[in-house]
């Protein structure tokens, strides 16, 4: 059975940082791009960042770049996003999902999905 399982959301005050994990079963994780997506309250979801199956390359959204990290165990099987500099507008629940190619960091274009990892930026 192919799943992808997201940990490591919570609450943190506005510049404090998390570490988000990914783990896949049922598939190796190599073979694929890694996209995290977030869906704020009343928002749709939207792209934040990928990790490319080819050469490891990572694309983000201009709002998080600087302060978000992508990163991949191939031999656990898991993927990272590291939030640095949180700010409340990262306030959203956090998926991954695996797709073949990045491509344009579009919910469609990914086959495999987790359930998601909430994640408050409050005071």
């Known amino acids: 059975q192919v799943q992808l399982v997201e940990s490591g959301g919570g609450l943190v005050q506005p510049g404090g940082s998390l570490r988000l994990s990914c783990a896949a079963s049922?598939?190796?994780?190599?073979?694929?791009?890694i996209g995290w997506f977030r869906q704020a309250p009343g928002k749709e979801r939207e792209g934040v960042l990928c990790?490319?199956?080819?050469?490891?390359?990572?694309y983000w959204v201009h709002s998080v770049k600087g302060r978000f990290t992508g990163s991949r165990d191939n031999a656990a099987n898991t993927v990272y996003l590291q939030l640095n500099s949180l700010k409340p507008e990262d306030t959203a629940v956090y998926y991954c999902?695996?797709?073949?190619?990045?491509?344009?960091?579009?919910?469609?274009?990914?086959?495999?999905w987790g359930q998601g990892t909430q994640v408050t930026v409050s005071s």
């Open positions: 049922g598939f190796t994780l190599d073979h694929y791009s």
């Open positions: 990790i490319s199956s080819s050469d490891g390359s990572t």
């Open positions: 999902a695996a797709a073949l190619y990045c491509g344009q960091l579009l919910s469609y274009e990914y086959d495999y």
